[in-house]
């Protein structure tokens, strides 16, 4: 566990200064309690004492945007020269988007606004259209475990997809025991929840997901029935790393399927949830199968479900731990994506004859094919679908690489561009 005495670094950082350089305005968005607020505040107390830092959960400043957005905002900007104006909890003002558009159309200075907040201020499609060239939206995630440990970000999908993979140029994996893994998915990446005991966590993170239904929610969609999208978060919670249709889901919660994809969509814009499309060779038909929706996070996930330590002991389901254990190394690499040489879009498999590929990572035509175990061994049942990918599947046309995650400690190599690696290595010291 990481030293708490001070918040661990976020590998983000390097990304915001970049966008600054660059951009006008950097949109950065992410779920409620991720540490946005601090992660800006942390920066700019030390490097840039010039920015202005105001929030919108000032209700009085709100309001005052809200009848004067132009006016409001050119007077927050005053002696604070070439430094940002940082506006946290960005998605309260209506009225806020089109007064920055204006203001930095005619200012083409970069490193003007630094926008906080759970969704997109930009949600016109006019206005995000109009601001390309001038506005960067960045995601901060949960905390990775490589943040909490204060390591370096994995680039574990780089190594992949290079000419000849070698596990000499791979760190060193922790040696964890299966009950450690365990505590890792339980705790999730909340920098304030996770630290807490399992009881005081799971209480935390149930009364994190009301006050997105009450607040977060209400920002975007106005919900008549918050029951049902409550029931909705704990199906999908139950569901985490299965495929969906909100067919099936509107049944459930008795509801009809347009609210649910309505609530769905909104989940998706929170952050709270993460679609995970069907991959196929035809891109035109990557939207007609069936995705797969993971918990963005495993800690709420787990408090949802009332999931302890003991629910994965000797008499538990072994089912349950290899999806919960999928929808963590998903979130890891989700995590990890800004921090490739390379751009990777994340996918999963499933053909016909129900072969399928837990996650499939796609860099132009190179492919990692991903499989999670939730076992300390691996043998030829688990390495099959990788393998079968490879050598009669559409991997068999394109540069691929298949990695089996398990709890084990060792690297292995399984000749053909197959590997097995301890899901630690996802974290490893470089």
């Not at 006019?126 to 960045?138: V, W």
């Not at 140029?169 to 705790?187: H, M, N």
């Not at 049944?251 to 989940?267: F, G, H, P, Q, S």
């Not at 800690?299 to 919960?324: C, H």
Request: hydrophobic share 40%; net charge neutral.
């Amino acid at each position: 566990m990481a030293n708490n005495d001070t918040l661990a670094p976020r590998h983000l950082q390097a990304e915001l200064e970049a966008a600054l350089a660059a951009s006008r305005i950097v949109n950065i968005i992410g779920p409620r309690q991720a540490g946005k607020t601090t992660f800006v505040r942390d920066i700019f107390a030390s490097e840039r004492s010039g920015a202005r830092f105001v929030t919108l959960d000032d209700q009085v400043l709100l309001k005052a945007i809200e009848n004067d957005p132009e006016s409001q905002i050119r007077a927050l900007m005053t002696d604070i020269g070439d430094n940002p104006l940082i506006i946290d909890e960005a998605q309260r003002s209506k009225a806020m988007a089109l007064a920055i558009k204006k203001i930095v159309d005619e200012d083409r200075r970069k490193g003007q606004f630094i926008l906080t907040g759970s969704s997109n201020v930009f949600t016109s499609l006019e206005i995000a259209d109009s601001l390309a060239g001038r506005m960067r939206t960045i995601k901060l995630w949960p905390m990775s475990i490589a943040e909490t440990l204060r390591r370096k970000p994995s680039q574990i999908l780089d190594w992949g997809i290079a000419k000849s993979p070698n596990l000499a140029d791979l760190g060193s994996p922790d040696k964890l025991t299966r009950a450690e893994y365990i505590d890792f998915i339980l705790r999730g990446g909340f920098p304030e929840i996770r630290e807490l005991e399992t009881r005081d966590r799971g209480r935390q993170y149930r009364d994190y997901v009301d006050s997105v239904v009450d607040r977060d929610v209400a920002d975007i969609l106005r919900v008549r029935k918050t029951d049902a999208l409550r029931q909705l978060i704990e199906q999908l919670a139950a569901r985490t790393a299965c495929e969906t249709n909100t067919t099936t889901l509107s049944r459930l919660i008795a509801t009809d399927r347009k609210t649910v994809d309505e609530y769905m969509d909104v989940l998706f814009r929170l952050s709270m949830i993460v679609k995970l499309r069907a991959w196929t060779s035809s891109e035109s038909k990557r939207d007609i199968k069936q995705p797969k929706y993971h918990f963005a996070d495993t800690g709420i996930a787990s408090a949802l479900r009332e999931i302890t330590p003991d629910s994965f002991g000797i008499d538990a389901n072994p089912t349950a731990l290899g999806a919960m254990l999928e929808t963590f190394i998903l979130g890891e690499l989700q995590k990890s994506l800004p921090y490739q040489q390379h751009d990777f879009r994340l996918y999963h498999w499933r053909n016909e004859r129900q072969k399928e590929i837990d996650i499939l990572a796609e860099s132009a035509t190179r492919l990692v094919g991903i499989e999670i175990k939730a076992a300390s061994t691996v043998n030829d049942e688990s390495l099959k679908a990788l393998k079968d990918f490879a050598k009669t599947g559409p991997g068999k046309s394109k540069q691929f690489t298949g990695i089996v995650f398990y709890l084990g400690e060792h690297k292995l190599t399984f000749g053909d561009g197959i590997f097995a690696l301890p899901v630690s290595i996802l974290w490893s010291k470089n």
